[in-house]
């Protein structure tokens, strides 16, 4: 199963890639990424949970919140590790590790590529909840590169996301085409509506990206995600709103 797995990875990235020219996003996406009992095991080691679950676990200190409704940020967003969920996310994890994995990426992007973060994360959306348009922003360290006045000194990122549920109607990913010339978000170029069991992967230098229109039916939106970085540099990740 794994094989195939990486076989359709493999065949369906070329074909479903954007372009990455002119301040456009490059991105794949391919659905029916996992084998439906692979999928019915991730509902049940991640399962949909109401507010007042949520709530508590923040309390407790086990997810990363964001309630404050003022926020030009984020809103109604939940984050934390999926690493003790259960064996099938572990599993799917270091699917996404895979050599033949890395090597579908650089023969993509052109780049040696590795897993910033082994287990990956998982996001969580409530009704209300959006994240605004953004740039995912790695750098390298100071101790990595010496700082050049004027130098873009952004490195190359790949972010993967699986939706385990989500609405065809809303809480859509969004993929910005930048202006070259102020670094700003210029128009759409493609909404991913967060159809489940549907694999996106992106390129996020320049690539402005979010889900900005806040959630309004009764649902979730469940993601889990992982971020390829370029080998080579020791980066420090940050967020441009």
Known sequence: ADEALLDRLRRS?????????????????????????????????????????VLSLCASGDLACSLDARSPREFMVFT????????????????????????TLRRWTGR????????????????????????????ATAKALTRVPFTDRRLFRVNALLFLSGSEDEGHLEL??????????ARPRVRVAPRRNRLVLFQTFG?????PWPLRGPG???????YYMEVGTAPVISIDF
């Open 13 to 53: 990235m070329p074909a479903e890639s954007g372009d990455g020219e002119d301040g456009a996003p490059r991105f794949a996406i391919i659905d029916d990424f996992l084998p439906d009992a692979a999928m019915a095991l991730l509902d049940a080691e991640l399962p949909e949970r109401d507010l007042c679950q």
């Open 80 to 103: 934390s590790s999926p690493s003790k969920a259960g064996p099938t996310a572990a599993a799917v994890a270091r699917l996404m590790q895979f050599p033949a994995v890395l090597e």
């Open 112 to 139: 040696e590529v590795y897993v910033q973060s082994s287990q990956g994360g998982y996001s969580e959306y409530l009704p209300l909840g959006y994240l605004s348009l953004h740039e995912d922003i790695g750098t």
């Open 176 to 185: 910005w085409e930048m202006d070259n010339s102020t670094r700003r978000p």
């Open 207 to 211: 690539g402005v990206h979010g889900v």
């Open 220 to 226: 979730s939106r469940r993601v889990l995600l992982w």
